[in-house]
């Protein structure tokens, strides 16, 4: 698998699209705007296998017409009527064999962000779109606190060497909150320099892994001591449960 080349192509303010290539073909994963996309792909001489949607976000989909209008490749998705162009509609443990490639994903039901947002993996790879971000995660557009932790666990489960792909840059910002929420945590300092290095560079900070996310991501460590002992002080009150905690320091990441 060692030919497998990812490339992210940068997109409006901070989205990442990444497009997995293996010799001449490539899948595309969250295509918020075609025409990057379609130059890289042109630039590269790749041929569009496939586009994988985490969620129907706009800066996710946004370019899915345009890049199939002109090369027939299908779309894959969760059953969402706002994904537009889907063709694939696939859901939780169903697995997706991209031929001209080798790979296959296996896909994982992860609503929190959004109502029927998924991820993709395989190869040891994760595609999570906005669920998982690196040091972070999304905002609860439709989901709750519950189903947010969840699907953060659920992806929490998988191999520790498995590369996280999300779909924005945020990863110094999602740092500087982890600071003030995990305090003693001195892996966050470290991530840090190295993360401001990358982008000092021009250098995207993912993919993270998630050991690394384990480790580090206030996100995934509500129901450690010091996490909930945060997030407690802030909301002024006891907190019954790493629910709770998360819910907490969304909101409070929210108000900064
Ligand atoms: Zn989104
Ligand atoms: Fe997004």
Request: aromatic share 6%; glycine share 8%.
């Amino acid at each position: 698998m060692n030919d497998i080349r990812i490339t992210p192509v940068c997109a409006f303010k901070d989205n990442y699209v990444w497009v997995v290539s293996r010799g001449a073909s490539a899948v595309v994963v969250d295509p918020g705007d075609a025409r990057p996309v379609a130059e890289h792909l042109h630039a590269e001489g790749l041929q569009l296998a496939a586009i994988l949607n985490t969620h129907h976000h706009l800066d996710h989909v946004g370019g899915n017409a345009e890049l199939v209008a002109e090369r027939a490749a299908p779309v894959y998705g969760p059953d969402d009527a706002r994904i537009p162009a889907l063709t694939q509609r696939v859901g939780e443990g169903q697995r997706i064999a991209i031929a001209p490639l080798g790979i296959e994903f296996s896909v994982l039901e992860i609503p929190g962000h959004t109502r029927t947002h998924i991820a993709y993996y395989g190869a040891g790879m994760l595609f999570c779109g906005d669920t998982l971000f690196a040091c972070g995660c999304g905002r609860l557009f439709e989901g709750t606190p519950r189903q947010m932790h969840d699907s953060l666990a659920k992806l929490a489960r998988l191999p520790d060497a498995t590369r996280v792909y999300c779909g924005h840059e945020y990863t110094l910002s999602n740092i500087r909150f982890a600071k003030l929420v995990d305090t003693e945590n001195p892996l966050l300092a470290e991530w840090e320099r190295e993360a401001a290095a990358q982008r000092a560079r021009n250098e995207p900070t993912v993919p993270s892994t998630i050991g690394r996310e384990k480790a580090a991501n206030p996100f995934l460590r509500c129901s450690e001591q010091a996490i909930a002992r945060s997030a407690s002080k802030h909301a002024g009150h006891a907190l019954a449960d790493a629910v709770e905690v998360l819910a907490e320091i969304r909101e409070w990441k929210n108000s900064l």
